[in-house]
């Protein structure tokens, strides 16, 4: 789908979008502020909240180890560190007949979903399921 599609669907969804330049196309949804970025393939749409959390020196390895946490919990979404911030992105693969409004849909929900665990998860509460590690067993059973 064309960038000028995905614009007209988040503006008819009453968001109001401005273009950020090299970073894509900036919208509020409730108290957070996305990215829409187009990309050169069509039939790939992305959707970023950035600077979602603080990266020091002192921090990054546990940082690195609740983003790796929470990209095991939750599919369809990325918290990746860049530089000295986490940022949680949404992919997705269009197919052409797709229904766009419930895409992105999904996909804002998706996001506030995996920034509020990934919260819950540096703030220590680690009352989630965790994706389980059946290699051992595998291993153990000789299935590899």
Not at 2 to 22: N, R
Not at 127 to 136: C, G, I, R, V, Y
Request: proline share 3%; glycine share 6%; net charge negative.
């Amino acid at each position: 789908m064309s960038k000028e599609l995905v614009l007209e669907k988040l503006e008819s969804l009453g968001f109001s979008v401005v273009d950020a330049h090299e970073f894509g196309y900036v919208f509020k949804y409730e108290e957070l502020t996305l990215l829409y970025m187009p990309d050169d393939d069509e039939n790939f749409l992305r959707f970023a909240l950035p600077y979602i959390f603080d990266v020091t020196a002192e921090n990054r390895p546990f940082v690195l180890e609740v983003a790796n946490d929470t990209n095991m919990t939750i599919k369809y979404s990325k918290t990746c560190v860049f530089g000295e911030s986490v940022w949680v992105f949404y992919e997705y693969r269009l197919f052409g007949d797709d229904n766009l409004e419930a895409i992105i849909e999904h996909g804002l929900l998706l996001l506030q979903a995996t920034v509020g665990l990934f919260h819950r998860k540096i703030e220590g509460d680690n009352d989630f399921p965790q994706a389980e590690d059946d290699s051992k067993n595998e291993n153990e059973e000789g299935k590899v």
